[in-house]
């Protein structure tokens, strides 16, 4: 079944996600971790991947590098997530490959859209 | 011991002719001695100087206990057919013993034949006295110098070391030797040891008469060190060019310490951010119904909540600012931007505060705008924060002017401009027909956390930062910020960003 694969690391903005695209009909798996992160999506291809750039052990730009590598020929969607200020995170992040990026502190609304945008053109 | 017996006094000798009138009115003492050293002849000015007649004395006599063994050894060399040049103690008038220039050479009669020795005295003790505190001047001079902090290098106008201190030479690990009296060029040739950046810095500028420039630079040898240098001309003070100096600071511990703040501010920031992020959003999440239907009541008091929390993240964001500004560690992104474009974004993003305040906003963009090199980000971030301050500090219903243009003369510049404004330039104006700025208040205003009492009383929100955080970035774009405002009818805020021609 097709998901949505969140990597971040504050259990609470984790949750906060989870309920908004949950109640936006998406299906959600969520972990802190970025190596879980590299094996749920490469053992299940997820609809999109939200990743935030700073995560314990292997970064969020890591996950994205093996991901789109991993499904080259139907790469999906990947938006970062990274503190503000931060501008060579969002530099660092599209080099790696992601679609869009996000800046924290998250507006939901936005962060829906952005998501459905993202769906929509792959 | 030798025997002074040949310099006894001797029996008369042979009157000889009388000397020439002129030595009577000379103004140096000259005497005149026989063979075994007694004076035969004395001038006025010499008697004045001894205070005493001379005629019949050993000229040994005249000199002090001290310098008597040496003018003696002087004399018979003189004798000789050798000279004498220099300065001795002699006794003069008042018993008083001071230093003098004693010229001695032989005398010769009308025969040519040896007949003393003819010496020229002048009281040089003024002098003396003179040329010691010179000296003494000069080694307080160098004193400081040595004891300076600071590493010095002169170069004289010829391309020469002329004086180096100490500390030059424990920074850089070369000896006054090395360097002081010779072309620099051909020294440094010498000294390849030392970092490629002092050498390209001493090389370029010592062929500059005029300039005058500082900067930093970072060197790894002898160790890892971080230098503040300034380099300028140096005048007499006829505005003769002397030469060039050069000026080391080691700033290292400076750069550490401002390296360290903004680590921690950052660190701190980061820490700050994460727990708002969080309240941010589950109050956005209620807002928004995604938590279910809620009261009126509960709705408002989480809009409190997130509108706060809004408020406390622009504070982070600005101090984060500021920081990073103060420590040079802001990097502007620029590009050639369309400032109407950036100016139509903002007042978009604000429009929403507006229309809460009932206020009218008013944009006057001319077409054909030159595009200008600006970090569009930040510019953004200049104009919100001057029209979220128009909008704050204007009663509702108030109306709001943002005016852009291209200034071409420095008579065109609205009143308030420092003589430092560079034109061509563009200029943004921000005008608000709300409360004004108190001329007490106005000379603090673009200080950090500053807020006038008007405001306080007014109870207007707001962190004092705003103004300040503009200032900075309108400064690291070389712009000019200023404004100008009147109690109850309103304030105009102006900014420049230069404009480069060409390119």
Request: contains cysteine.
């Amino acid at each position: 079944m097709s998901y949505i694969l969140v990597a971040e690391d504050d259990s609470d903005i984790q949750v906060l996600v989870r309920r908004k695209l949950e109640g936006a009909g998406y299906t959600v798996r969520a972990t802190a971790y970025g190596d879980e992160a590299i094996q749920l999506a490469c053992g299940e291809r997820p609809l999109l991947l939200l990743l935030d750039v700073q995560l314990p052990g292997v970064s969020g730009l890591d996950v994205c590098r093996y991901v789109k590598g991993y499904y080259e020929n139907t790469p999906p969607p990947v938006i970062m997530i990274s503190a503000k200020g931060q501008q060579a995170d969002v530099d660092a992040g599209l080099d790696a490959g992601a679609d869009d990026y996000m800046i924290k502190p998250l507006v939901l609304r936005e962060l829906v859209q952005k998501v459905q945008n993202a769906i929509q053109n792959s | 011991m030798e025997s002074d017996a040949h310099l006894a006094k001797a029996p008369e000798s042979e009157p000889s002719v009388p000397p020439p009138p002129f030595l009577t009115t000379a103004a140096v003492a000259i005497l005149l001695t026989d063979l075994a050293g007694v004076v035969t002849y004395a001038n006025p000015c010499a008697e004045a100087l001894y205070g005493r007649p001379l005629i019949g004395l050993p000229l040994s006599g005249l000199a002090s206990p001290y310098s008597r063994p040496d003018q003696d050894r002087a004399f018979r060399a003189v004798l000789n057919g050798g000279s004498f040049d220099s300065i001795l103690e002699h006794l003069i008038k008042g018993e008083r013993c001071v230093p003098v220039h004693l010229i001695m050479s032989p005398a010769y009669d009308e025969h040519n034949r040896l007949q003393g020795v003819s010496c020229f005295v002048h009281n040089v003790d003024d002098m003396m006295r003179f040329q010691r505190s010179l000296q003494h001047e000069r080694d307080q001079f160098e004193a400081i110098l040595e004891s300076a902090t600071d590493a010095f290098l002169m170069l004289d106008s010829n391309g020469h070391t002329a004086l180096m201190n100490s500390m030059f030479g424990r920074l850089f690990n070369i000896s006054r030797l090395s360097l002081v009296g010779r072309p620099i060029g051909e020294a440094l040739r010498n000294l390849p040891h030392l970092p490629a950046k002092l050498v390209g810095l001493l090389l370029t500028l010592s062929q500059n008469a005029y300039h005058t420039e500082a900067g930093t630079f970072e060197i790894g040898t002898p160790k890892q060190r971080v230098l503040y240098w300034y380099t300028a001309p140096v005048y007499a003070p006829d505005g003769a060019p002397m030469g060039r100096l050069f000026t080391f600071r080691d700033v290292t511990i400076e750069r550490e310490v401002d390296r360290m703040k903004t680590e921690f501010v950052s660190l701190v920031s980061h820490e700050l951010r994460t727990p708002l992020s969080s309240v941010l959003g589950y109050a956005e999440y209620i807002i928004e119904g995604d938590a279910g239907p809620v009261s009126q009541e509960v709705l408002e008091c989480v809009q409190t909540i997130h509108n706060n929390a809004e408020r406390l993240t622009s504070l982070i964001n600005d101090i984060l600012d500021l920081t990073r500004i103060e420590a040079g560690r802001i990097e502007l992104r620029p590009n050639w931007c369309d400032l109407g474009q950036v100016v139509r974004k903002v007042v978009e993003d604000v429009r929403p505060i507006i229309n809460r305040r009932h206020q009218h906003i008013l944009e006057y963009i001319p077409e054909g705008l030159p595009a200008v090199w600006i970090d569009s980000e930040r510019i953004g971030q200049v104009l919100t924060n001057l029209i979220s301050n128009a909008s704050k500090y204007t009663p509702e219903r108030g109306t709001i002017i943002i005016e852009l243009g291209v200034v071409d003369d420095l008579e065109a510049l609205p009143p308030g401009a420092t003589d430092d404004v560079h034109v061509p330039c563009a200029l943004v104006t921000v005008q608000d027909t709300g409360y004004g700025i108190d001329a007490e208040a106005l000379p603090h205003i673009f200080e950090r956390f500053y807020r006038s009492e008007d405001a306080q009383r007014r109870r207007i929100q707001g962190s004092g930062l705003g103004l300040t955080v503009a200032k900075s970035f309108v400064e690291l774009h070389k712009g000019h910020i200023w404004l100008q405002s009147e109690v109850d009818k309103g304030t105009a805020v102006y900014f420049t960003l230069p404009i480069s021609e060409g390119n």
